[in-house]
T-cell receptor
């Protein structure tokens, strides 16, 4: 398996534009997590899904952020409209549930810069 | 919310020295996981501890789970420059919420 795949790796956009980040989890994994990482706030959990259903979105900063998981092999994180303070590295991670918690595998991340 | 607290947040270590980072939880954990993130990289799973008092070793890294399953530690002996990065402990509440981590800087 190629691991968790995120695209794009880098995104530079202008303030006010819509940004869509994509994630393909590892095949067979039923949990998917979206994180945002900045120097100031560290690694923040934004939302996570189980079997394509959002379980906890309490970390989503505001209504400008939305996440979907239309099927088991694809998820998107959308920011509309984007603002400079959204600049960060966004990570997607997946894991399989098998009794006790199992390890999470992270993608390479998407570095977003909003100018 | 439920989260483990990690100390110290920063650790400067001379190459060859030992150091320890600690995690503390106010509630009992079913298990705890440790991850490492190299500068510019993504978090990578290191280990999971499940049993009370459990101790696991990976070469120069020793992981310990407290008897009450409320704390954990990572001890690195003879630190090398390859140990640079941020080490995270993650409590097992399903949602995989990371704390601040311990950022380790190694001086040659």
């Amino acid at each position: 398996d190629a691991g968790v795949i995120q695209s794009p790796r880098h995104e530079v956009t202008e303030m006010g534009q819509e940004v869509t980040l994509r994630c393909k989890p590892i095949s067979g994994h039923d949990y998917l997590f979206w994180y945002r990482q900045t120097m100031m706030r560290g690694l923040e959990l934004l939302i996570y899904f189980n079997n394509n259903v959002p379980i906890d979105d309490s970390g989503m900063p505001e209504d400008r952020f939305s996440a979907k998981m239309p099927n088991a092999s694809f998820s998107t994180l959308k920011i509309q409209p984007s603002e400079p303070r959204d600049s960060a590295v966004y990570f997607c991670a997946s894991r399989i549930s098998a009794g006790l918690n199992t390890e999470a595998f992270f993608g390479q991340g998407t570095r977003l810069t909003v100018v | 919310g439920q989260q483990v607290m990690q100390i110290p947040q920063y650790q400067h270590v001379q190459e060859g020295e030992d150091f320890t980072t600690y995690c503390n939880s106010s509630t009992t954990l079913s298990n705890i996981q440790w991850y490492k993130q190299r500068p510019g990289g993504h978090p990578v799973f290191l280990i999971q501890l499940v049993k009370s008092g459990e101790v696991k070793k990976q070469k120069r890294l020793t992981f310990q789970f407290g008897e009450a399953k409320k704390n954990s530690s990572l001890h690195i002996t003879a630190t090398q420059t390859t140990d640079v990065g941020t080490y995270f402990c993650v409590g097992s509440w399903g949602k995989l919420q990371f704390g601040a981590g311990t950022q380790v800087v190694v001086t040659p």
